[in-house]
């Protein structure tokens, strides 16, 4: 699944977060966060929320296009350790 929206954000966050899980639940485990160019900490939460999902389903997330802010914001929060980003 690729993210379309450049922005995530408390606005559309949990809409997003929705959609990831219904991948997830779909059999998609990549999703794909390139074309995000600003987030806060809602979108680190929707990630999580896909990570729950995922271990749920008992399926491996792969996320790829992590911007450099939710990767920081991850960070500053102490659970980038928990993000399942694809080399």
Do not use: F, H
Not at 16 to 35: F, H, K, N, V, Y
């Amino acid at each position: 699944m690729k993210i379309a929206s450049t922005d995530i954000g408390m606005a559309n966050a949990a809409e997003i977060a929705e959609a990831g899980i219904e991948a997830i639940r779909s059999g998609d485990t990549t999703i794909d966060l390139s074309a995000v160019l600003t987030c806060d900490s809602s979108a680190v939460a929707a990630v999580l929320a896909w990570q729950r999902e995922a271990a749920r389903a008992g399926a491996k997330l792969q996320l790829i296009g992590l911007p450099s802010s939710l990767l920081s914001l991850a960070a500053v929060y102490g659970v980038d350790s928990l993000l399942a980003v694809a080399s």
